[in-house]
T-cell receptor, first 111, second 116 residues
C-alpha cells in the first residue's frame, strides 16, 4: 500500500518568513496530492491540491510543487502570518480513492 | 459549502460502555470515513463506506464497528469502550471517484472521546 512520509514534524518561523513542508510517497500510481490545514479545535480543511499532470500550483501565498520522478511534493507558504499557525497534513491517493496521510507538521509562526 | 456535522464535540464514557459517534453530511456524498487522530500518529483510518449499507475496514478497525443506513449518516460504534480508545475522532465525506479523478475529503470538527 501507499506510504507517505512528512517532514518536519514541527516548524517554527518568524512572521514574514517562508515555510516549507515536504512529503514523499511510495506508490507510483498515486495521482492526487491534497494539503489540509487543521486549526485548533477544528477538523482538517483542504487548502490546496495538485494532480499528477501538473508540476506546480499557486494560490496567493501558498504553493505546492510535485516531482513525480522523485515521488515527493512540497507545500510552500510565503510571508507567513500568525494565523498560518496550525497543523498541516499532506496526503496521496491514486488507484484507491482512500487517501494516505502524512503524520502532520505543526507550524508555529512567531509574531 | 459542504457541511459535515459530528453530533458531540466532547464525550466522556466509562470502560465497557457502548458508545455511538454520529456523523451527518449535507452534500449527498457517496463516500464517508471515520478516522482517529492521536498526537504523533496523524490520521488513521478506522472504517469507510462508499454507499449505503456498504462498509470496508480501514487500518485500525479492531474494537469498532460502523453503520450506514442512510446516505447522509455514518455512525461509529465502540462496542465496549476501553481506555486506549480515548482519542479525537474525525468523520469525513467525499464525492465518488469519477473516471479515476479523486476528490478531497471534507471533515467534521471532531469528537474528543475520553474513556475512564
Amino acid at each position: 500500500g501507499e506510504n507517505v512520509e512528512q517532514h518536519p514534524s514541527t516548524l517554527s518561523v518568524q512572521e514574514g518568513d517562508s515555510a516549507v513542508i515536504k512529503c514523499t510517497y511510495s506508490d507510483s500510481a498515486s495521482n492526487y496530492f491534497p494539503w489540509y490545514k487543521q486549526e485548533l479545535g477544528k477538523g482538517p480543511q483542504l487548502i490546496i491540491d495538485i494532480r499528477s499532470n501538473v508540476g506546480e500550483k499557486k494560490d496567493q501565498r501558498i504553493a505546492v510543487t510535485l516531482n513525480k520522478t522523485a515521488k515527493h511534493f512540497s507545500l510552500h507558504i510565503t510571508e507567513t502570518q500568525p494565523e498560518d499557525s496550525a497543523v498541516y497534513f499532506c496526503a496521496a491517493s491514486g488507484g484507491s480513492y482512500i487517501p494516505t496521510f502524512g503524520r502532520g507538521t505543526s507550524l508555529i509562526v512567531h509574531p | 459549502d459542504v457541511k459535515v456535522t459530528q453530533s458531540s464535540r466532547y464525550l466522556v464514557k466509562r470502560t465497557g460502555e457502548k458508545v455511538f459517534l454520529e456523523c451527518v453530511q449535507d452534500m449527498d456524498h457517496e463516500n464517508m470515513f471515520w478516522y482517529r487522530q492521536d498526537p504523533g500518529l496523524g490520521l488513521r483510518l478506522i472504517y469507510f463506506s462508499y454507499d449505503v449499507k456498504m462498509k470496508e475496514k480501514g487500518d485500525i478497525p479492531e474494537g469498532y464497528s460502523v453503520s450506514r443506513e442512510k446516505k447522509e449518516r455514518f455512525s461509529l460504534i465502540l462496542e465496549s469502550a476501553s481506555t486506549n480508545q480515548t482519542s479525537m475522532y474525525l468523520c469525513a465525506s467525499s464525492k465518488p471517484i469519477l473516471t479515476g479523478v479523486n476528490s478531497p475529503l471534507h471533515f467534521g470538527n471532531g469528537t474528543r472521546l475520553t474513556v475512564t
